[in-house]
Each structure stands twice: as C-alpha cells, then as structure tokens.
Nanobody, 121 residues
Framework: QVQLVESGGGLVQPGGSLRLSCAAS????????MGWYRQAPGKQRELVAT???????NDADSAKGRFTISRDNAKNTVYLQMNSLKPEDTAIYYC???????????????WGQGTQVTVSS
C-alpha cells in the first residue's frame, strides 16, 4: 500500500507565500519523478512543476520565477515553495509520484488527495 499525503495549503493574501509538502509512504521500492499539479474550479488539472530523482526540474510557465519545487529523497518528500501568490493561483494542489512499489516490476503514478490553496484579500 502506497500513500501520498499533502500538507501546507491554506488561505493567504496576494503577494504572500506558502510551502506545500507531500510525503510518500508505504511499500516503496523506488521513486522516479515527483510533481505538483493544480485544478481550479471549472478548469482542467494542469502541471505546476516536476522534479526527477536526480533533481532535474520542469516548471510550467505560470510557476517560473515564483514557485520552486524540491525534494528530499531520503524522506520520499517533495516540496513546493510558492512566493508572490496571486488570486489566479487559487486551486486544489495535487502531488504525484511515479514509483515502483515493492514486489512490482512496473512504475505506476500515485496521487495525493489534494490540498486547497486560496489566495484572497
């Protein structure tokens, strides 16, 4: 059984910052890419940023210059530092991990349950 649990969401004023965390736990053999996606009301889920096990990152245009993705491989945890937040960043933020569970030969994408981020004055 593998679980991804996000934390760190909440209400913040425009221009403020939040740091999201997502910890993977359970019967894990290895984790490849981890990432953050978001879904605003009435919109499709979209990529925010991804990071490989080696630290290579890929940021959406909306995240560049404001958001930073990082990870701690020893803790199976990925972070998203969000600065200069805007009302249009309001969404449910989901983390995911492409990982191989113990006893499996295949990589599978697991998702967290999501954490709400609201940017409003």
């Amino acid at each position: 059984q593998v679980q991804l649990v996000e934390s760190g969401g909440g209400l913040v004023q425009p221009g403020g910052s939040l740091r999201l965390s997502c910890a993977a736990s359970g019967s894990i053999f290895s984790i490849q890419t981890m990432g953050w996606y978001r879904q605003a009301p009435g919109k499709q889920r979209e990529l925010v940023a991804t990071i490989t096990s080696g630290g290579t990152t890929n940021d959406a245009d909306s995240a560049k210059g404001r958001f930073t993705i990082s990870r701690d491989n020893a803790k199976n945890t990925v972070y998203l530092q969000m600065n200069s937040l805007k009302p249009e960043d309001t969404a449910i933020y989901y983390c995911n991990a492409d990982l191989i569970a113990r006893g499996s030969h295949y990589s599978y994408r697991y998702w967290g349950q999501g954490t709400q981020v609201t940017v409003s004055s």
